[in-house]
């Protein structure tokens, strides 16, 4: 508030003054340049006059002349004063983009400050310290993962022996039926109990009378 009544915005008015300055000194150069075109074609008119009066009337020829130098003077100085006013304006505007580049460099350090805050060298180094820690301990974990088997490893000989023994439940079912032959059937029994099989060969004619016999009294009982 106070700043408002007590000039206040004097910073933007030093931040005016530049544009100020280029607008007023532009204006000048136009007026001047306007000087120089006029003065131009004053020469040009007198230097008219000069030419078509030489031959018939030379006090007029002779006036012209002076005017035309005096108008070449006033040219010259016209001259002088576009130059200055052009350089004083490109000196202006340099001075002022330097100003405003300076003052853009200023902000951008001091938001660069604000960013980093209380950062430091060795904050970073911790911190790419821990990311690659971190990075190293993802590595191992995959390996482990990758590398573990899920379940526990199959005893090969308990499956060997499970398969056996569907093998010999087949092979029973099938004798049951009658679908293999008895050598088939004997080629895959064990030893031992082929052995058996080869002794108990003996034995089986004996039973085989016995039952004839004894189917014989059996009809024999019917008929009487």
Known sequence: MWGAWFGGNGGQKRKDAPKKAILDLRQQLDMLQKRERHLENQMAKQDEIARGNVSTNKTVARNALKRKKQHEHSLEQTNGQISMLEQQIYSIES??????????????????????????????????EQLREQHELTQEIGNAITSMPITEPIDEDELEAELGALEQENLDEKMLTGTVP??????????????????????????????????????AEMAM
């Not at 200023?106 to 790419?128: F, L, P, R, S």
């Open 95 to 128: 001075a002022n983009i330097n100003q405003e580049t300076l003052v853009a460099m200023k902000n951008a350090g001091a938001a660069m400050k604000q960013i980093h805050g209380k950062m430091t060298m060795e904050d970073v180094d911790v911190t790419m």
């Open 182 to 219: 008895v050598a088939d059937s004997l080629s895959r029994l064990p030893k031992a109990a082929n052995g058996d099989l080869v002794k108990g060969k003996t034995k089986a004619p004996v039973e085989e009378e016995d039952e004839e016999e004894e189917l014989r009294k059996l009809q």
